[in-house]
């Protein structure tokens, strides 16, 4: 039977055991009035463990709570990067398909799951909101489910929504939800973006990673027409597209009318787009991110991007020399599945330097191999633009050189040629 409880009652050493994995809605799906107690109340429930599905943009965790929790995830994105960088987070390098089965397995434990919805409608039925990706799996293996409510929080279409029988505790508040601004860019991200205007045609289904470069191309695309979205998150921009009549999601092959994701991160300006809004559904990751949907994407566009990128097409986009600053993620699953998408492109864009003027196109990685070359298709930077699908190791180089920063051509052709040889 379902309890309210109110926040300043609620004592989690009643539900949270030592030893409990938790698992909670994260990025703008963080149910911060949750989170905060439980860091408040870690001591009650010491050894219990918090794994990390996707990332924080909260300052809510940070090593001190090392002392009686223990944390894990997929790595260093957004305010996880302090947790890995004191070594109060062990990261787990995993495709972002591969979470559920894992939660599935129990090899990641969710006894516990904390969620943020929006109040039911008419049929008793709550909205993840802003974030399912995960939650319906981890819900399934949970002991206790308890849900922070906030009439703050839209109403947004689900794949399957919450039934309020399935939350142990409920915790009214009037919590507003995290924002996540679009994020800024420059001249360079604009140069890069221009770089790939012919590789978006019209009628393309898009899937958006996180950061400058994504957004910067996004913001390119509002002459196109019948555009769809199928991506694990979108931001304002998002709806900057629909706006514009870019967007129709009438050509996709699958969900047709309707862009899918599993994570809004964004502002309230997308909170209120999404509200009971039929045109967008909010579905989690064995749908989202899964090979069998994905086989059934036409045209289907990934844009990410990487810390950096070796001669041969290597893409690192987790660590460099140990500091983890990014995730495997779903680019992996997004790169295989666009590259052979009919009609499909897959895209890692990047600058060709970073902000201390080192090369971002490498001989040899600073870290691990995150995608594939052999799974690559386009390399970008504000150089141009290198399609590397079908090329031998050779013209890859030839082809990288040639989008890297002028000032390092000539060390990477020296590089290369110890390259080729041991080739």
Known sequence: ???????????????????????FGQGTGEPLSLTERLVAQRAAFSGAGVFFCTTAFSSTFGPQHADHL??????????????????????????????????????????????????????????????NDHLRTALRRARVVIAEVSANVP??????????DEISVVVPTDRMPIELPTARFGAIERQIASRLADAIPDR???????????????AMLSDRRDLGIHSGMIGDSVVDLVESGAISNAHKGIDPGVTVTGMLFGTRRLYRFAHENRGLRLCH?????????????????????????????????????????G????????????SQSDGGVS??????TGKDGRSKIVSRLHG???????????????????????????ERVAAMVSIAAPEHREALQREAGALLRRA
């Open 285 to 325: 990751a064995s749908y989202t991110h899964a090979a069998a949907t994905l086989a059934r994407v036409k045209r289907l566009v990934s844009i990410n991007s990487a810390l950096e990128v070796d001669l041969t097409g290597q893409v690192n986009a987790e660590a460099i020399e140990g500091d983890h600053i």
């Open 70 to 131: 223990r944390f894990s995830g997929i790595g260093g994105i957004g305010s996880l990067r302090k947790l890995v960088a004191a070594g109060a987070l062990d990261p787990m390098p995993c495709h972002f398909s591969s979470i559920g089965p894992m939660l599935e397995a129990g090899q990641i434990r969710s006894d516990v799951v904390m969620l943020l919805v929006s109040p039911a409608n008419a049929r008793g039925e709550h909205s993840f909101g802003l974030v």
């Open 155 to 164: 109403w947004t279409p689900c794949d399957e929504p919450l039934r309020a």
């Open 1 to 23: 039977m379902t309890r309210t409880v109110r926040l300043e009652d609620l004592d989690l050493a009643s539900y949270v055991r030592p030893g409990d994995g938790i698992v």
């Open 204 to 218: 393309a289904t898009l899937q958006i990673g996180v950061g400058a470069i994504p957004e910067a191309v996004v």
């Open 347 to 352: 895209i890692i864009a990047l600058p060709s």
């Open 368 to 394: 691990p191999v995150t995608t594939a070359r052999s799974d690559v298709d386009v390399i970008a930077t504000e150089h141009g633009m290198a399609r590397l699908r079908g090329l031998t190791i050779r």
């Open 327 to 338: 995730a495997v993620a779903g680019q992996v699953d997004f790169v295989r599945a666009a």
